[in-house]
């Protein structure tokens, strides 16, 4: 659903996008592109340049139909978390409405069991990724992704927030988890 929230008094509804895998559990915009992740429909972007008319734009959904549960865009870059895979670094191209996997480096992002929650700030993606904590990455030239280390946080790691000093993990039983990544 699309909500109008420029007055929080009375926020509405105004728009819906009626995904095919039914299963949207993550969402990132960048410019006017709406990048969701859709379960084993892939990773759709939309064209949201009228917000009230989200349009299909584009899809990435290797062969392999991993189950997608989180998504984060820098600038051309989209990282996407696929359930029991791990992290997917992706160039997107919107002129010619395509993605392409980047290449990655260091340790096998495909082992994370459970990338729940995605934050990418400059040149560092975090992932929250359930039983496994708080795993840290250093993006490089064209995505390429180099494991930095790993945090386990007692919990299971569902979401993250971050600014310049901290992650801020919902870790299920064990509640908010805060990290030092400065």
């Known amino acids: 659903s699309v909500v109008d929230v420029r007055n929080p008094d009375a926020a509405e509804k105004i728009g819906s996008y009626q995904t095919l895998g039914r299963a949207a559990s993550g969402v990132a915009v960048s410019d006017n592109y709406l990048f969701v992740a859709d379960g084993t429909n892939g990773v759709l972007v939309l064209d949201i340049t009228i917000p009230e008319e989200p ?18 865009v820098d600038e051309e870059m989209v990282y996407a978390g696929a359930e029991s895979l791990g992290v997917f670094s992706l160039e997107f191209d919107p002129a010619a409405s395509t993605f392409s996997l980047a290449p990655v480096s260091g340790d096998s992002l495909y082992r994370l069991d459970h990338p729940r929650g995605l934050f990418v700030q400059e040149d560092r993606l975090l992932v929250a990724s359930g039983d496994e904590g708080l795993h840290s990455f250093q993006v490089g030239a064209g995505g390429s992704l180099t494991r930095l280390g790993q945090v386990l946080t007692g919990g ?9 000093e901290y992650a801020f993990l919902a870790d299920g039983f064990n509640g908010l988890v805060a990290v030092d990544i400065s």
């Open 55 to 72: 349009l299909f734009f584009a899809r990435y959904r290797p062969a392999s139909a991993p189950t997608f549960v989180s998504v984060a």
């Open 156 to 164: 299971f790691a569902m979401h993250l927030e971050a600014n310049e």
